[in-house]
């Protein structure tokens, strides 16, 4: 298997046409798509993409959820030789324009009505032909199955795709808050299938779900991993409706990121904590129990029988009624995006749920280490899968080479070479260290980039430049790192403030009440609602504190060149900042991880 249609012709040729691979929830029932359906609807698209006019290097933009269609229009895409550019779900015209443009592209297919809006605002004027995946979503614009589809007996033969072809492009964050384009060729994307395949004990058997980002690398190849095996494939809406289809889909396995493991482990504590009594010092025993066995077997040591003996009850009796609220199939779980909370994987080991942490970047398509079931040390990132190499810089930076690293950046030669050194070696931006056995562990990043626990990445420079050239924001340091959301700390501009106090015939007041006056509150929250309407939805800010005085070069909260220290203004202000977020919403150190 060397390219993604290599892959497709796997799938539809080593599975009964009648095996269901793919389900959506419609209604209140579930759509199904078999091996047979996937493939006709692959092969037909393919056939209206080539009638079209779309040859191999051409761009097909793809804006929509996570649902059957996206990987049809991917592998048609991939049988033509076609390269997609999938776009968030959530992007708003600004970004989606800005990427259509880079890009080139020549066609935009996106989904539902409300997308379709800011797609029609985001192409006007460009070259590029906009399609709705189905039928209705604008007055006049054409969908998929409005292309022009040759008889059987015009139908072109797909060309020829090598594996140094590229397949996608996935436009990721970057610090001067202009997108760039990661090229992920065949070769990048199958080798990570190849490599990660024998390493989990996955059969035709297996059901997932699928509700992170399939414009993500992450969930992309994933899914890509998936269908190799034959496993079927649930869309979910999102990640909120996860909880309410878990006991329905009951999935063997899921990959997922923090946040949902986090939300899961709260709920049960709490709930553990609101039935009380004996019901609540039950579960404690058996958790007693399950961290005494485990923490043995983390050493690499055995258990005393009678240890063994009671964590066999605790899971039997206790431990399997907590399973069952999440669906009571899932043997294993993946987790990925963002680092997990320690205390969230042990407790889940315990309780009989193996959480396997991995580690990538987009720009490794994106799996670089992961941990396996035979050997899962919580708190790592993993070993590297087979074929990568992973390395540690002489200032702790972590750099990885293989068959998984990006091509470069779309028509970026120089950011391309600022992140790929002469031998390979993809500089990953992220700080950390190889114990002796080859796990990583990852201690701090070097970029600013934060993820939220959701997995999301957001540059935060670009939004601190929009929130200071408002009248009234002076500074702004977003935060949100390993945080569900983002939030920010903003430094008024006292002296327009001044300014507006004194016309309303208010003077003399210091700058503590000026930041405390719900004048500037109002103000403030005006300008960070009417920044917000230009931002993606994982990139708004849900609220803010105000302080009373600038950052400083004086306070060591400014470098020499006048950027924040993150770190220091973290750590300065870590009680304001968690009073933003409920004490459960915190899974790692705030400090960490920043410059």
């Known amino acids: 298997m060397r390219t993604l249609q290599d892959l497709f012709f796997y799938v539809v040729g080593t599975f ?51 649902r059957p269609e996206w990987h049809i229009v991917d592998f048609a895409c991939q049988l033509v030789g076609a390269v997609d550019v999938p776009l968030y779900a959530t992007l708003p015209a600004p970004q989606v324009r800005y990427i259509l443009q880079d890009a080139g592209a020549k066609l935009l297919v996106v989904s539902g009505q409300d997308r379709a809006r800011v797609a029609l605002e985001a192409a006007a004027g460009l070259d590029v032909k906009v399609v709705g995946m189905d039928p209705g979503l604008a007055a006049g614009l054409p969908c998929l199955a409005d292309l022009p589809l040759p008889a059987k007996r015009k139908h072109q033969e797909f060309p020829v795709v090598g594996e140094e072809d590229l397949a996608t492009l996935i436009y990721t964050s970057g610090t001067t808050g202009e ?15 190849v490599a990660i395949r024998p390493l989990y004990p996955i059969t035709e058997k297996d059901i997932s779900m699928s509700f992170l980002p399939l414009s993500h ?33 009951r999935p063997t396995i899921m990959v997922s990121v923090p946040r949902l493991y986090e939300r899961s482990y709260i709920k049960i504590l709490s709930k553990i904590q609101q039935e009380g009594g004996a019901k609540r010092r039950l579960f404690q025993w058996a958790l007693a129990v399950g961290r005494k066995v485990k ?33 009571g199939r899932l043997r294993f779980t993946v987790s990925g995006g963002a680092p997990l909370s320690r205390e969230v994987g042990e407790f889940f080991d315990i309780i009989g749920l193996p959480i396997l942490q991995g580690y990538g970047l987009t720009e490794s398509s994106p799996v670089i280490t992961v941990n396996r079931l035979e050997a899962n040390r919580i708190g790592s990132a993993g070993q ?8 540690i810089a002489d200032d702790g930076e972590i750099l990885a ?18 992140v790929i050194d002469k031998d390979g070696f993809l500089h990953t931006g992220d700080v950390g260290y190889l114990d002796a056995d080859g796990y990583l562990f990852i201690t701090d990043r070097k970029k600013d980039i934060i993820v ?19 009248a009234y924001i002076a500074q702004a340091v977003v935060i949100g790192d390993r945080y569900p959301y983002l939030t920010a700390l903003i430094v008024p501009n006292f002296e327009n403030l001044e300014v507006y106090f004194a016309e309303k015939g208010i003077k003399g007041l210091s700058r503590e009440e000026v930041a405390n006056h719900p004048d500037t509150e109002r103000l403030v929250a005006e300008a960070v609602k009417k920044v917000n309407l230009e931002l993606a939805s994982h990139e708004r800010i849900r609220r803010f504190s105000l302080l009373t005085r600038e950052f400083s070069l004086e306070a060591g909260e400014l470098t020499p060149t006048m950027k924040v220290r993150r770190r220091v203004v973290a750590e300065r202000y870590r009680d304001t ?19």
């Open 16 to 66: 009964p046409p009648r095996k269901v691979i793919m389900r959506i929830r419609e209604g209140k029932g579930w759509r199904e798509l078999t091996i047979k359906d996937l493939e006709k609807a692959v092969r037909e698209l393919a056939q209206r993409f080539l009638a079209f006019g779309v040859r191999p290097g051409d761009r097909v933009a793809l804006f929509s959820e996570n």
């Open 179 to 193: 997108p760039k384009g990661v090229m992920l060729t065949h070769r990048n994307l199958v080798s990570q299938v």
């Open 217 to 249: 690398s992450y969930e992309r190849t994933v899914d890509y991993m998936f269908l190799q095996y034959g496993v079927q494939i649930n869309y979910v809406e999102s990640i909120e409706k996860v909880p309410s289809q878990l006991t329905e889909i």
């Open 295 to 327: 923490e043995a077997e983390w050493r690499g040591e055995k258990p005393s029988a009678f240890a063994r003996g009671q964590y066999a009850v605790a899971k039997a009796r206790i431990f399997s009624k907590v399973l069952e609220r999440l669906g």
């Open 384 to 391: 590297p899968i087979p074929g990568v190499e992973v390395r």
């Open 401 to 418: 080479r293989g068959p998984n690293i990006m091509k470069g950046y779309w028509n970026k030669p120089e950011a391309t070479a600022e």
């Open 452 to 470: 939220t626990s959701g997995g999301k990445n957001v540059a935060p420079q670009p939004i601190e430049g929009k929130l200071g050239a408002t």
């Open 577 to 595: 900042i968690e009073g933003m977020y409920l004490k459960t919403q915190k899974a790692f150190d705030l400090a960490a991880g920043e410059d």
